[in-house]
């Protein structure tokens, strides 16, 4: 009877005290800042996955981006929309911006929040391989809007459209599944419209904007979203925050990746490979050519390159070479300067912000390049050309004076020294002869005649 008295008073004493909140857990920031590319999206998704391992409740996602490059925007996306563990995008500090790309991945993420003073927006996909050609297979690099674009053809126009339709296609279907506005969303892909954080909260495009981290993690405690296929409810408040700085791997990645490094990288790749084959042995600029090559190599696997640059690039440097080899008055040198000077100018195959070799790195490399091929390596050549002058393959040709009658075996002056000589025809006192060939220390000789 007792024991059944107590059961009923704990039960009851239950029912009247408040529901638990949910436990505190660890959130993991992550920090992205500058252009979007290869680096930016290694270091996104093993972010995200480092939160899923070690149980992270939230990722917080701080984006302050112009823009850059549609596979790296798409990846970290897939990565965002498969996390187990919520992400919140975080425009901040004041001052920042999520446009082109930026934008696509705040509309993917589960919580969306800017500071006051930042914008969104501006997510045309960009022409890329220079004016006029659109990206091809749809979607684009998402840069910034262009307006006043050149004159396209129907072809190009065509493509244009297919890589806007698809863009819009997909931050409609990005706004549909966070439930914001998707309308606007299309908007800031066709017409390159841009909101200040204001203006996002009220036309539904973000969820809060919080002047600093603090009172982001305050406004959105209790918010429920769903991530990993169920509904979770963030417990923000007081949590602790780890920021993952990028690694190595990532910094080394991010400078790799950086066009203006690879561009340096591949040249120094070809010259150093030149070298070693005019200079067999040399082993050093063959070493660092080899490595320098491969890396810009890796590097162009995963930035968007034009190859018909890479080729203009080669053809230029192969038509310097030959000026340095024969002389063509200037035309062979001024056709390999023009040739590589526009394989520089279009070698990255996108006008995404951040992702363009610098024009003073191609002025300054195209000139040194044309006087290292056509004044160095063609001084080099001549060098190498020119008759031997001292040593003993110097006696080739040489002439010299008999010094006493004789046939077959005699001894003849070279350069005022006495070396003993063979001769095929018999040979007078004080006749020149050539050095035709050298056996020890006995020298073959003709008649000059």
Request: hydrophobic share 50%; net charge neutral.
């Amino acid at each position: 009877m007792f024991r059944h008295l107590l059961a009923s008073t704990l039960l009851a004493l239950s029912l009247l005290a408040p529901a638990a909140e949910a436990p505190v857990a660890h959130i993991v920031q992550l920090d992205v800042e500058g252009p979007i590319g290869p680096a930016t999206s290694d270091y996104v998704t093993r972010g995200l996955d480092h939160a899923a391992a070690g149980g992270a409740g939230l990722v917080l996602l701080r984006l302050d981006t112009p823009g850059g490059l549609d596979s790296a925007m798409r990846d970290i996306i897939k990565g965002i929309l498969a996390s187990p563990v919520p992400v919140a995008c975080y425009v901040a500090p004041s001052g920042a911006r999520a446009a082109s790309a930026g934008t696509y991945i705040m509309y993917a993420c589960h919580v969306a929040a800017m500071a006051p003073g930042t914008n969104l927006g501006a997510a045309t996909p960009v022409a890329i391989g220079g004016p006029g050609r659109p990206s091809p297979g749809g979607g684009g690099d998402a840069g910034s809007g262009k307006e006043g674009r050149p004159h396209r053809s129907p072809e190009q126009g065509a493509m244009e459209r297919k890589a806007v339709n698809d863009a819009v296609a997909y931050i409609r279907g990005l706004a549909q599944l966070r439930g914001r506005n998707a309308d606007w969303a299309e908007r800031a892909v066709r017409e390159a419209a841009s909101l200040s954080a204001e203006a996002a909260l009220k036309q539904n495009v973000i969820d809060v904007i919080a002047p600093d981290r603090a009172a982001l993690l305050r406004l959105i405690h209790g918010r429920k979203v769903k991530a990993g296929g169920a509904t979770v409810t963030l417990a923000t408040r007081g949590a602790a925050v780890t920021v993952v700085e990028p690694d190595w791997r990532v910094r080394l990645l991010a400078v790799i990746t950086n066009p203006n490094v690879a561009y340096i990288l591949m040249l120094i790749g070809i010259y150093g490979l030149l070298l070693e084959f005019y200079n067999p042995g040399s082993i050093v600029p063959g070493t660092v050519g080899a490595i320098s090559l491969l890396l810009a190599l890796f590097a162009f696997q995963v930035l968007p390159v034009n190859y018909a640059g890479m080729a203009l690039i080669l053809l230029g440097i192969g038509l310097m070479v030959g000026e340095a080899f024969m002389p063509s008055f200037g035309m062979l040198g001024v056709g390999g300067i023009v040739a590589f000077v526009i394989g520089s100018i279009i070698l990255m195959d996108t006008e995404a912000p951040g992702f363009g070799i610098h024009g003073g790195i191609i002025a300054g490399v195209s000139m040194a390049s044309a006087l290292f091929f056509i004044f160095v390596v063609g001084f080099f050549i001549k060098a190498r050309r020119a008759p031997v002058v001292s040593g003993a393959e110097e006696l080739a040709g040489a002439e010299a004076v008999v010094l006493a009658d004789f046939h077959g075996r005699g001894a003849v002056r070279v350069h005022g020294e006495r070396w003993n000589a063979v001769a095929e025809v018999p040979l007078r006192a004080g006749q020149r002869v050539r050095v035709v060939g050298r056996e020890g220390l006995t020298l073959k000789v003709a008649p000059l005649d």
